[in-house]
């Protein structure tokens, strides 16, 4: 990896990450964390889309495909949009860990351009935890899963618990997640089983 900076390194004393028992086996899919998500949720119509799946050890794979939607220049993927995959991708990460965690740092190197109607191979692990903090690494490659690097991130995400979201999220949003049974569950579940 390139370019990392001190705050993405990990300190002398942090651990290696253990995965969860109860983490989805290798090959399942993980499941949108919500239905609105800009990264995963089925219900944006322009969002990413992206399915991430369980890999081994505290690892995921997912694919994103570029749509005209996500042009920066003309029949390019927008450098954002890449990050956004890669941020989804380290993000999901910690669903192995039975942690919830938003990302408080994303370092990410633009490799190749990357056009319309490419499918991006990405491949995220957690290296090191250390109390709150997570330490990720990912890549996104084109051409296929052993295809050359396009886009490549370190990444720094905190534990945070559900209140993080119910206390400064938009209440209308808020409300309606609460109101859905599913998501207070899968939300919840990461608190009372740690
Ligand atoms: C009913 C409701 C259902 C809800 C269901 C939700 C489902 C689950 C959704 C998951 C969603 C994921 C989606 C994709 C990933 C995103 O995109 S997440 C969205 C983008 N990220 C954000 O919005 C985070 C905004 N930032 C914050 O809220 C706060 O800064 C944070 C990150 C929570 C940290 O604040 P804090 O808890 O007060 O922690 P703090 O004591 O400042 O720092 C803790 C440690 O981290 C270090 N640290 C903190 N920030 C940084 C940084 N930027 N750089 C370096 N080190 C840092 C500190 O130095 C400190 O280190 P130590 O002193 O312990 O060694």
Redesign the pocket.
Known sequence: MSGTSA??TP?ADAVAPVRHPDAPPPGELLGA??EH?F?CGGGQPHGLHLQARAGEGVSVTAEFTVKPAHQGAPGLAHGGVLA?AL??T??SL?WLLRT??????LETDFVRPVPVDTVLHLDARITAV????IYSTATGRIGGPEGPVAVRADA???E?K?D???E??RPAE?QA??ADPD??K??RAFEVNP
């Open positions: 705050a993405l300190p964390h919500y998500c990264g956004t941020d989804e380290l993000g910690n919830i965690a938003v990302t408080g740092r250390h109390g709150r903090k720094l995400f905190i945070v559900v993080h979201f119910i400064n999220g808020i997640a609460m998501q207070v899968r939300a």
